[in-house]
């Protein structure tokens, strides 16, 4: 009985480990046993410190579009205007431009005489006046004794005849048709007599004006070296109002 017992406490001895600060050595362990009941729930524990910011996300995808604003959006909701502000002083008198070109008003004149007389002139015909005294703007065709207006507006015209070897009648006359018409008796006097005329009469851009004389025995217009008969017409005023100088 002795030698096992003495096996057994040599057994025991050889299983247990050294003791440490004095502890009691455990037996050799053994296999771990169940998992024990959960404890009861333990009471709320104080408030944790503030966390530290976290970094910036990454950005969002963009929203989608809005819907528009109303165009009648009232005048109260508008944002109101400033007060007005004073007037500013008058400012100084600057200098004195240059001096501009002087308008110059559209012009139109003739003057014509017939040269010695020849041959008697041809009735219910225009009568040419061949010899120009003044045409500057070309208005008047000495080859024809025809004016053409290039400028509209109020014009004179004036004729003024020698009357002799036959008594004269004649006209003043445009487009056709006559505006004015003088006569001068002839009784075979040794001296010429005279005979003058005119009219004003307003005329359009190509209207044509001309002196014509009558049919028959009354073709008595006549010119020399010391007597002449001329035909005249020059613009009163135009119709013209592209500048006040012109009204």
């Not at 333990?42 to 970094?55: A, I, K, T």
């Not at 080859?143 to 070897?165: E, L, N, S, W």
Request: charged share 15%; hydrophobic share 35%; with cysteine.
């Amino acid at each position: 009985m002795r030698p096992l017992l003495a096996l057994l406490l040599l057994g025991l001895s050889a299983c247990s480990p050294p003791l440490d600060d004095n502890k009691i050595p455990s037996l050799c362990p053994g296999h771990p046993g169940l998992p024990g009941t959960p404890g009861h729930h333990g009471n709320q524990g104080l408030p944790g410190r503030d966390g530290r910011d976290g970094r910036d996300g990454a950005p969002g995808a963009p929203g989608e579009k809005g819907e528009g604003g109303s165009p009648d959006l009232p005048q109260a909701l508008q944002a109101p205007g400033g007060w007005e502000g004073t007037g500013g002083e008058t400012g100084p008198v600057g200098a004195t431009g240059p001096a501009g070109e002087c308008a110059v008003p559209p012009r139109s004149a003739f003057s014509a005489k017939r040269s010695e007389s020849r041959v008697p002139p041809l009735s219910d015909a225009p009568l040419p006046f061949d010899r120009v005294l003044v045409n500057e703007q070309g208005h008047y065709d000495a080859t024809t004794g025809k004016f053409t207006c290039q400028v509209p507006g109020v014009y004179y015209f004036a004729v003024h005849a020698t009357v002799y070897r036959a008594s004269l009648q004649f006209d003043l006359v445009k487009n056709g048709e006559s505006i004015a018409s003088f006569f001068q008796f002839f009784g075979g006097w040794p001296k010429p007599a005279s005979l003058s005329g005119g009219a004003m009469v307003r005329l359009e851009p190509e209207d044509q004006v001309w002196v014509q004389v009558g049919v028959g025995d009354y073709i008595g217009i006549y010119a020399s070296i010391k007597t002449d008969s001329t035909f005249s017409g020059f613009l009163v005023y135009s119709d013209w109002h592209n500048s006040p100088v012109f009204a």
